[in-house]
């Protein structure tokens, strides 16, 4: 049996390539996702901003909608400015505990975006089947053990992975056909047997945002019920309205997420290419898409924006 030297062989460095076979566009390419970039570190700050300074914004749906923003701004900031300064200047090293980092902070980011949005269903839940007791259910301390919860349990699921590669030794190829660090990617570098980092890489987080799915789709099955016994037409279509904006970043978040799993499960046919382009688009165009989602349907968020950007909100 052979032993490795495991502190040993954990390397300095790593290569990140980009997007193979699309090298000589990455210049082209890096501009829009600089622009979307921007959008989604301009919107999610703006976002936080009017729920901060706001006092009538200061309620449990924009507490939870404000730690969205705060986790999509570490969601593509963890990723975006290293793809650029690849495709840009070609600065493709990226050290060992750097790349330890990336990949915990994007892999952190997403299983705490899907805990998120499961706290937004619960509170539109308890809003909207039981209003009468929606200020004593979400108490603040309430929203404070929520946050803290489920900000622990997603560290409690991603930090093993880190662990997970430390123990792993590096003697072959250190290039990573990738333009950020992500686990299973970093793992098949190795020259072990990674059977526990494929089994708890996948089983583990998907396991934990499925079981987050079937809560959301349990807690909008009671909602809608709820919604179609209501008297009024009108009382229905103020409630379905309430949760219009939820519902559609819950599409925007999932709907690709899974896409991509079935596809590196099943496609093994789709180019290496377009799953590196897809991966790098779901960390930036969700989370410049919440903030527009938000802004346009929540009437609250949309007239406070106005304000903010009105000429008389400047006087």
Same mark, same amino acid.
């Given at each position: 049996?052979?032993?490795?030297? /495991? ?8 290569i ?6 699309? &090298?000589?566009?990455?210049i082209?390419?890096?501009i ?7 959008i989604?570190? *301009?919107?999610? #700050?703006?976002?936080?901003? /009017?729920?901060?300074? &706001?006092?009538?914004?200061? &309620? ?11 986790t ?18 070609? %600065? ?6 750097g ?14 975006? #899907?805990?998120i949005?499961?706290?937004?269903? +619960?509170? !539109? ?5 039981s209003?009468?007791r ?17 900000? +622990? ?8 992975? *880190? ?9 072959q190829?250190?290039?990573?056909p990738?333009?950020y660090? &992500?686990?299973?990617?970093v ?10 980092n494929?089994?708890?890489? +996948? ?26 016994r209501?008297?009024?037409?009108d009382?229905?279509?103020? %409630?379905?309205?309430?949760c $219009?904006s939820?519902?559609?970043v819950? /599409? ?6 899974? +896409? ?11 180019? !290496? ?5 897809? %991966?790098? /688009?779901?960390?930036?165009i ?8 938000y $802004? ?5 968020? !949309? ?9 008389? $909100?400047?006087?």
């Amino acid at each position: 049996m052979v032993t490795f030297n /495991l502190s040993g062989y954990n390397p300095d460095i790593f290569i990140l390539v980009g997007i193979p076979g699309l &090298e000589q566009f990455h210049i082209w390419i890096g501009i829009p996702f600089c622009v979307i970039y921007l959008i989604a570190v *301009v919107g999610n #700050s703006v976002l936080l901003y /009017l729920i901060i300074m &706001e006092r009538s914004l200061h &309620e449990p749906m924009f507490f939870f909608l404000s730690l969205l923003a705060s986790t999509d701004l570490i969601l593509s900031t963890a990723g975006v400015p290293k793809t650029l300064s690849i495709f840009w200047f070609g %600065a493709r090293e990226i050290t060992f505990s750097g790349c330890l980092t990336q990949m915990f902070f994007l892999h952190y980011s997403f299983v705490l975006d #899907s805990a998120i949005l499961l706290a937004m269903a +619960f509170d !539109r839940y308890v809003a909207i089947c039981s209003p009468l007791r929606y200020s004593t259910i979400l108490t603040p301390q309430a929203i404070i053990k929520i946050i803290v919860g489920i900000c +622990f349990r997603s560290f409690c699921i991603i930090l093993p992975d *880190v662990f997970l590669l430390k123990r792993l030794p590096f003697c072959q190829t250190r290039t990573i056909p990738h333009t950020y660090c &992500e686990h299973i990617g970093v793992a098949r570098l190795s020259c072990a047997d990674i059977s526990i980092n494929i089994w708890y890489g +996948f089983a583990v987080p998907i396991m934990t945002v499925i079981s987050d799915v079937v809560l959301i789709a349990v807690s909008y099955t009671l909602i809608l019920h709820a919604v179609f016994r209501l008297p009024s037409h009108d009382a229905r279509q103020k %409630a379905l309205g309430t949760c $219009g904006s939820h519902v559609c970043v819950i /599409l925007m978040f999932y709907t690709p997420a899974f +896409f991509s799993i079935l596809a590196h499960r099943f496609g093994h046919n789709v180019p !290496r290419t377009f799953h590196i382009m897809f %991966a790098n /688009l779901y960390i930036v165009i969700p989370p410049a898409l919440n903030p527009i989602v938000y $802004g346009v349907k929540t009437k609250q968020i !949309r007239d406070k924006i106005i304000i903010l950007f009105s000429p008389k $909100g400047t006087q």
